[in-house]
């Protein structure tokens, strides 16, 4: 059956800025009459076509007709707008988020109702049961948009920076919950997916803030539920923020202390033969002073739970040792001749002093006393450069329950994991120095250091 | 024991002098019965325990004396069981770290789990029980006496040690002292400086394992 009455207007899904006009017209032309106008609150009670519930009007009003709205108990406010009474257009201001509604006789004798939605005004159905037709006012009657849930974030900051994060529902008019929030941080290597406190019930046109920290690169999600239109919504919201981690100095985590000599430590004593091994020098390579580490925790915000270094532990020197054979006045040094000619049991030229000296000075070198690129300490110095553990460090993020002292030493217990992997590889890389580089230096010498065989 | 790297590189290697400087080889069996001789003096030296100067040659060559040369590092460190003065200690140490012989491990492990031994030779026990189960490791006293029990302990590392060896260590060996680290560790009897050894002890068996499960790839450059 085709729509008889059409109502017309602004948008009434917010308060009006200024008045409008609504205007009320039969779809044949035909004259309207007995037409009267109401305000209705709030503008969830749709009337688009669908059947809804007749209230008679209460007393003191003798109006006999049912005025198209929901029974008491559904609705919160209905104003008849007595200053347009009788007339087919109206001149109103919405106060609020509502509908206007029209009713009206028409010429052939029919009382049919109408209203605007909360985004435009159509209308067009009937006491009668008319339903809603006409193309142009058909697609400006579809349901209202259901509401949704808007979590939003900074798009970046920088760690231990304040971020908030703000979630919201779409419709401020509406009471939602919000039964879970979930956190998906990254900082390095490493991800965690940590479950936030969830609000629960949030009352409508309130903000649920979170505010804290900003630790690591995050994807924040949501999920609630509101009701709406008879019904349970389920909402889903996420959105995401980038934090820098630490300042680009930190590329350069290598040795700022020299190394040290610490006397001849366990190097050995007397070299007599080659049989057992003589350590002549020994590189001592100390880990960085994790015992000190300094973290913080977020104990708010959507990186709540999660540490973060805030000053990366200095790189004590490493030591060094060299056997005090190979000094003067040392009784080995001291066994070798002064002049070339005397063998040792294995028939083999044995070392003089002078060459000894020469072996100390490349013992001095390859251990990194000279702060040689070609010794021990060298070696290390360049891996540190290339491995940027001081990156790592800065960009290390753990999500550890506890007390600040437990979470800093289980931090400190995962730093001192990633350097002994790392070290392990680097002794690696030492073994193989040393087996390249001591045989060159012996080889030089042209003589054999033992006094034995 | 997989896991283990035994270096068997010498850092002084006297086969590579030699080629180097173009002498012939020595008479194999000459020189087999002077080894013989020298390490048989060297065991008697060094079974006595105690380091002396005029001595020092034979602290080396009892570690290319074998299985024979690890009994008598282990009587050596027998001494460690009595001895309070990590002087004493840390040069007997010294001589012995680098020695990978069953017989001076059993002789540490012993030691680390007497609970009558004293508690200065039961750190250094653990000490060498760890240098001994690893390579690259270098306990110091100065850590294994004093990290507390949740702390770090910050053994570091060592390059140019060279690792002797006598007969073989027992194929559980690292269990054998992870056992013995965590008895300490979970009984309430043991000397403070002794759980301190018996943490580090734990958690430098517990980090080798990491690294083991967790190898280090460089970045490409």
Known sequence: MPAVLQLTGERTDAPMAAPADFTLSAVDGGLLSNVRWWFMQPMANTFNGDSIPFVREPPPSTFTLPVPRYPDAQRTTVVELTECATQVTCRYQAPAAGAVVAMATLADGRVLGARATPALA???AGVSGLRAAGRSLAAACEPPAPP?????????????????????????TLVFSVSEVEVYATSGTSGFSIVLSAPGPIAAGAVYRMEGPAVATTRLSAKGTVAWRGQTLNLVGSTSFVVKERPRELDEYVMTLAPKADGPGRTTKFPSTNRGGSTLGLYRRQPPLFDSLQIATAATGPNRGLSYVVSVPGIPASLINLTFAIFPGDPWYEAHPVQPGPLNDAGV???????????????????????ASNSHYGLDQAFLRRVKLGAFIGAHVSNVAGSPDQIRRQMALELMQEWSREDAYLWILQRAFDAKDVPAMLAAL???????? | MGHIVRTTFRYFSIALAIASIGVGVPKANAQSDKDQHDCKKAIQIVARGKPDKKEEWAWATVLGCGAAGGVAARDAWMQARTEVDTRSLEELYSRLWSFRDSALFNAAHGIFADAVASPQGRVYSAMLLVSLLFDAQDPTYEFFSSTKSLDICRTGSVAGRIVSHGGPLPSDAEERTRRAAQTILHGSTAPAIVV???HCVDQGIRMNEWVRAHPYTPPTR
């Open chain 1, 122 to 124: 159509c209308g067009v």
């Open chain 1, 148 to 172: 949704t849930l808007k979590l939003e974030c900074p798009s970046s900051s920088t760690r231990g920076e304040k971020i908030a994060c703000e979630l919201r529902l779409s419709d401020a």
């Open chain 1, 349 to 371: 030229l044995i070392c003089t002093r002078s060459k000894i000296d020469d072996l100390r000075l490349q013992a001095e070198r390859h251990e990194g006393v000279t702060l």
């Open chain 1, 446 to 453: 042209g003589c054999s250091i033992y006094l034995k065989d």
């Open chain 2, 196 to 198: 301190s050894a018996a």
